[in-house]
């Protein structure tokens, strides 16, 4: 049996676990069919781990007892067909730094609001006084810190890929904010495989360990009824708080855990809007039952600072207000962002089109959007849904000309928002990438 573990993709996952992999003493090897970034060539070399870029050599990486894969790269890829064929175990880093793990995990995965209620349950944990670590999709790699660090908790947000490749791991506390049809791309466009994939965040739980989910959520309602759930289950609602859980009733956010109850106003709530409220409901329970106090809730859920990139309020230009909401990679997200303004709005949308069912926002679009300018490689499917539905539809394929043109067709008083739908791929490196770029762009208007 080999002792050899091969790394597909050198980012910030893949690098981080080829250092805890070299920490326990594997022959590691990483491979990267792109460029890998000059910051993770240099920890390569620092740490003497061969590498190589791309390309993928076949013959070195069939040599693996075990491949840890990027949740970038797609189950459809040739290279990883080849390992499962030959029956070599791929896994995800979360998965391999998990078995090294000793720390208590609180995982976060959802169609929507993961980051913000990731950040939010790690604001809380470390307002609290805990030793905690961020990680998964946020944050410094989960291997990195594993390897390198000594945390008695982790937050870890997880996005589906990331649960794909998961086995053997266990959240002590798994939190399904909801699910709504997102990169069907990856999952044969079956919704139902990717149901099953966020799923995973409570395999192998235990009644010691705890589920909070959304329980008005009709997928979640369903799935529900298909399976029995191990872990304790802490469901929240826009409604009475039930006995373990949480609700809001009369603009009153309540918690109820083990007979102790703890409540607040939503309007003291930092993160405003109604889906913030189920991201302070699901972190909030998160922390009562790792027995964090009441106050530190209260304090925590009323001094939080939102998530760059998402409904981030950024700027007014002429009374003009930009709001960068890039994260929104995705209809569902955008919906979220639509719904919570109330001013005429000037859409930037565009990108990387994931199978995106336009008919979603079409009521809100036509109450709210007053035009829309798209910003891609190509515009077609949003020209052609949106065409007679909003007066103004502009195509850019710059981010500079997108925000030029949004600042003349909107006025004083009026919203220009960034929410794209779609992911960055086709003129970004990633979401961030584009969500600095418009910022830079507003602030040379």
Not at 156 to 174: C, H, N, R, T
Not at 233 to 246: H, S, V
Not at 375 to 402: M, P, Q, R
Request: aromatic share 10%; charged share 25%; with cysteine.
């Amino acid at each position: 049996m080999s002792d050899r573990i091969v790394i597909l993709g050198a980012g910030e996952s893949g690098v981080g676990s080829a250092i805890l992999a070299q920490k326990k003493g594997f022959d590691v090897w990483v491979s990267d069919a792109g460029t890998i970034k000059p910051k993770y060539k240099e920890v390569l070399s620092n740490y003497a781990i061969p590498f190589e870029e791309g390309k993928h050599t076949e013959d070195e990486i069939l040599k693996a007892a075990e491949v840890i894969k990027s949740p970038g790269i797609p189950e459809k890829a040739a290279m990883v067909k080849k390992l499962h064929e030959v029956g070599i175990p791929v896994i995800s880093e979360i998965e391999f730094a998990g078995r090294y793990c000793k720390a208590k995990t609180i995982c976060v995965t959802g169609s929507n609001g993961k980051t913000t209620t990731t950040m939010l349950t790690y604001h809380l944990l470390k307002n609290a006084g805990l030793n905690v670590g961020l990680a998964g999709n946020v944050g410094q790699s989960f291997a990195w810190q594993v390897a390198k660090k000594d945390f008695d908790y982790y937050v870890i947000e997880l996005s589906s890929f990331q649960l794909d490749g998961m086995y053997e791991f266990k959240a002590d506390v798994a939190i399904l904010l909801n699910i709504t049809p997102d990169h069907l791309d990856r999952y044969e466009y079956k919704f139902q495989n990717y149901v099953d994939s966020k799923f995973r965040i409570i395999q192998n739980q235990t009644e010691a360990d705890f589920f909070i989910y959304w329980s008005e959520d009709p997928i979640i309602q369903e799935e529900l009824k298909k399976r029995t759930v191990g872990a304790t289950c802490m469901p929240f609602a826009f409604a009475e708080a039930p006995e373990n859980g949480a609700g809001i009733e009369n603009d009153t956010l309540t918690i109820n855990w083990n007979k102790n109850t703890f409540s607040m106003s939503i309007f003291d709530i930092a993160l405003q809007g109604k889906h913030n409220a189920y991201n302070s409901m699901a972190a909030g329970l998160a922390g009562k039952v790792l027995n964090i106090r009441n106050e530190k809730i209260r304090e925590s859920l009323s001094d939080f600072r939102g998530v760059e990139h998402r409904l981030e309020r950024f700027l007014k230009v002429h009374g003009i207000e930009f709001i960068n909401d890039s994260k929104a990679t995705n209809v569902n997200s955008t919906w979220y962002a639509l719904e919570s303004i109330s001013r005429p709005i000037v859409w930037i949308v565009g990108g990387v089109d994931k199978g995106n069912d336009y008919r979603e926002l079409e009521s809100l679009v036509r109450e709210k959007v007053k035009a829309i300018v798209c910003l891609g490689k190509d515009n077609k499917k949003i020209v052609d849904f949106f065409s007679g539905k909003v007066s103004d539809i502009i195509e850019t394929d710059d981010i500079k000309d997108a925000v030029r043109a949004s600042y003349y067709l909107a006025k004083d008083g009026e919203v220009v928002l960034l929410s794209p739908a779609c992911a960055s791929f086709d003129l970004f490196e990633s979401y961030e990438d584009r969500g600095r770029q418009f910022k830079m762009a507003v602030r040379e208007l």
